[in-house]
Nanobody, 132 residues
Framework: EVQLAESGGGLVQAGGSLRLACAVS???????????IGWFRQAPGKEREGVAC????????EYADSVKGRFTISSDNTKNTVFLQINGLKPEDTAVYYC??????????????????????WGQGTQVTVSS
């Protein structure tokens, strides 16, 4: 059974940093050759938004315009974990952050839309709250 678990969220002041982690079990990165992992966020009253994704093909990465230059996605195959480094946090970054995995996604580039994460491999989310 594929499971994803996010961690690393918290309450930080504007301008601060966080490193979110998405630990994947039941799906070994080194044993698969066509997958993508995306990070999404959902603020109260808003739709879920894709912020970053990474594909195992050439480590392709994509970012939403709203986070370019502040968010960095990376993968550690030894830990079967994908990280999201967030710098320069803003109050508008406040949201629940989720990760999702798609086996054999369309692309490259890796998809930022949740529409393409069809296999229902999602974590439970981690809350990020940024105070002004």
């Amino acid at each position: 059974e594929v499971q994803l678990a996010e961690s690393g969220g918290g309450l930080v002041q504007a301008g601060g940093s966080l490193r979110l982690a998405c630990a994947v079990s039941g799906f070994a990165f080194d044993d698969n050759d066509d997958y993508a992992i995306g990070w999404f966020r959902q603020a109260p009253g808003k739709e879920r938004e894709g912020v970053a994704c990474i594909s195992d093909i050439d480590d392709n990465t994509e970012y939403a315009d709203s986070v370019k230059g502040r968010f960095t996605i990376s993968s550690d195959n030894t830990k079967n974990t994908v990280f999201l480094q967030i710098n320069g946090l803003k109050p508008e970054d406040t949201a629940v952050y989720y990760c999702a995995l798609e086996d054999r996604p369309p692309g490259p580039p890796c998809p930022l839309s949740s529409y393409y994460y069809t296999k229902n491999y999602w974590g439970q989310g981690t809350q990020v709250t940024v105070s002004s």
